[in-house]
């Protein structure tokens, strides 16, 4: 299965719509910044509902390349 890269959006939507499942299904292993990671946890402890990417197995978190 591929590797993708992610953003913000797919992650916070798909997650709120319950269908975050979908992600790992279609591409196997996804990829995210650090940023994106960063993002999420911000709105997490503003009380929005984002998924805890540091809990799936799934999700890898990496450094873009410069």
Do not use: F
């Not at 590797?3 to 196997?28: D, I, K, R």
């Not at 292993?29 to 984002?50: M, T």
């Not at 990417?53 to 990496?62: G, K």
């Amino acid at each position: 299965m591929p590797e993708v890269v992610c953003n913000t959006s797919p992650l916070q939507y798909l997650h709120q719509l319950g269908l975050l499942h979908l992600l790992p299904a279609l591409a196997g292993k996804v990829i995210i910044p650090s940023a994106v990671a960063d993002e999420l946890a911000v709105g997490r402890r503003a009380g929005i509902d984002v998924p805890e990417v540091e809990l799936l197995e799934w999700i890898e978190v990496r450094q873009p390349a410069k």
